[in-house]
């Protein structure tokens, strides 16, 4: 099995994309990027799915389109358009509403407010609010993927962000937002109905190469150029042992996940007339073997020049991981010789010397006869012969010794440079810790104030309260004496009244006695001149009546 192709594909991506996995479908690397069996190698810039994004936000675009409204000359002219409630659509409202219904109303939005959609869009999918951006993106496709009415027909309606926002809820990838991927219509379109694959770098026609294996027929959207058949995952890592292929089917598997689902373990040479075992990896499509040393051997000769450390640990760590419960001969040897590698690499030895013992390692692996030391079976040896032998090892052995000076002197001066760094640091942290408690005074001294101003508030507020005690029991009081001289004021009051009728009534009987003793006089005077009259009986009995009273 051959290592991955090299050769760039026309139009490849050359951008770094950060993808969120969807639920029912996932991705996977580029499938021109690994060809199955190809003797070429291939070398991409292109970041694995879990890279960070590095696309512009919408702020930035706005900020941009506006510097250069203003070159022109008309930015100082430029009006915002309002919209009205009516107007205003949500990530919710695409997902749900009928295609032809929003299209129209997005047809009517600034380029400013679809970006803004986007913008939104891309940082749900990143999933930096957490849960709550999470639950949301499965809201958002839980609503797309229950719409049955979304044909190709349907679909052709659609406003171009409108139909990206779509696509991009459904596969749950970013670059399909991103400004500088510009897809035709009927590629997004195709995406969408499972038609093409969503890996923007491959685009093939699905069924890719017309397979019609369980996997490619029954797995909606896999793509066996690019996705594991494992995973169904796709990202962009190329040169490296983290996918395998198979040398029959040609589809492609990650590392971790064929290790994880048991399709590495060890079994009877494949290699026609060989009767040792050796690590063999069996493909999760085909169920047929290949073996992996030879594979591992062919990708490091073509890729390991071009890696530089870290990449060069995280292969051995694939190759450890690869043959760690390998139990051939050449499969262990290969195990510990990256253990050592790894040890060495982390130490500080130089890239090219790892690169250069791997592959020295690999020929011997291939000619055991050359890491014998002695093959001539005691034969006497020439003076020539042996100072030349020694003067050999002589040489090796200071060229070792000079590699480990080199590297002791570079670990010394790491460790010297740590060692600033970490006195550097410890200076910033007592810095830090000064500041710190001096702040932590100042927070003590104003909590002190504050307590103060506390205590003298409610030494306050007891005093108002028994000032306001003192003058509610002088109110209780006044009110008392108002009472009494009320009803004092009103008995005196009748009393003067009740003497004043008295007096009037005296008058009044004085003023009838008066009247009647004129009267009496009178008939007195009267009766003197006749006889008795009935009339004067009467006053009489009138007048003893009123001095009765």
Not at 225 to 232: G, P
Request: charged share 30%; proline share 3%.
């Amino acid at each position: 099995m051959l290592p991955p192709r090299q050769q760039p594909r026309p139009g490849g991506l050359q951008t770094s994309l950060s993808l969120v996995v969807s639920p029912d479908a996932c991705g996977s690397p580029n499938p021109q990027e690994r060809g199955s069996t190809s003797d070429q190698a291939r070398d991409s810039p292109s970041e694995s799915a879990s890279s960070r994004e590095t696309w512009p936000t919408s702020e930035a675009l706005m900020a941009k389109k506006l510097e250069k409204e203003k070159e022109n000359g008309y930015a100082e002219h430029s009006v915002v358009r309002n919209m009205s409630n009516s107007d205003k659509i949500s990530l919710r409202d695409i997902a749900r509403e009928r295609v032809d219904v929003i299209a129209d109303r997005m047809r009517n939005l600034p380029d400013e407010y679809l970006e803004k959609f986007k913008y939104e869009l891309r940082v749900i999918l990143e999933g930096s609010g957490g849960a709550q951006h999470r639950n949301e993106f499965q809201f958002l496709q839980r609503l797309v993927n229950s719409r049955g009415e979304l044909t190709d027909g349907i679909l052709c309606l659609t406003h171009r962000t409108q139909l990206e926002i779509l696509v991009a809820i459904k596969t749950g990838i970013q670059a399909f937002l991103h400004p500088s991927v510009s897809l035709s219509q009927a590629s997004l379109i195709d995406i969408f109905l499972y038609k093409r694959c969503r890996n923007i770098a491959c685009g093939s026609v699905l069924p890719a190469e017309e397979c019609s294996c369980e996997i490619c027929s029954k797995k909606n959207g896999f793509c066996n150029l690019c996705m594991c058949a494992i995973c169904n995952k796709f990202d962009f890592e190329v040169n490296t042992c983290r996918w395998i292929g198979c040398d029959l089917c040609s589809h492609w598997t990650h590392t971790d996940c064929a290790i994880s689902n048991g399709q590495i373990g060890t079994g009877p040479s494949v290699k026609v007339g060989a009767s040792s075992a050796e690590t063999l990896f069996r493909c999760h499509a085909c169920s047929r073997t290949s073996e992996l040393l030879g594979w591992v051997k062919d990708v490091f000769q073509h890729c390991a020049p071009s890696w530089d450390a870290e990449a060069f640990v995280r292969e051995l760590d694939f190759v450890r991981r690869i043959f760690q419960r390998s139990e051939d001969a050449r499969g262990r040897k290969l195990y510990w010789k990256c253990e050592e590698l790894v040890e060495k690499l982390k130490g500080g030895v130089a890239d090219p010397m790892a690169c250069k013992v791997i592959l020295s390692f690999f020929q011997d692996l291939d000619d055991p006869s050359k890491s014998q030391d002695n093959d001539e079976g005691g034969r006497p040896i020439a003076p020539l012969e042996a100072f030349g032998k020694i003067a050999d090892v002589v040489q090796e052995a200071i060229r070792k010794m000079e590699a480990v000076a080199e590297e002791k002197m570079r670990l010394v001066k790491k460790a010297r440079l740590s060692v600033e760094a970490c006195d550097q640091e410890l200076k910033d942290k007592a810095r830090e810790v000064t500041m710190l408690k001096m702040e932590r005074q100042k927070k003590k001294q104003q909590i002190d104030d504050i307590e103060s101003i506390v205590r003298l508030k409610q030494a306050e507020a007891e005093m108002f309260d028994k000032k306001a005690a003192e003058a509610r029991r002088e109110a209780e009081r006044l009110q008392q004496i108002t009472l009494a001289k009320t009803n004092k004021s009103e008995e005196d009051y009748t009393n003067r009244y009740l003497k004043q009728r008295l007096c009037e009534a005296e008058a009044e009987k004085q003023y009838l006695i008066e009247k009647m003793k004129l009267q009496e006089s009178s008939r007195a005077s009267q009766s003197s001149a006749g006889g008795s009259d009935p009339s004067q009986i009467m006053y009489s009995k009138i007048q003893d009546l009123i001095k009765n009273m």
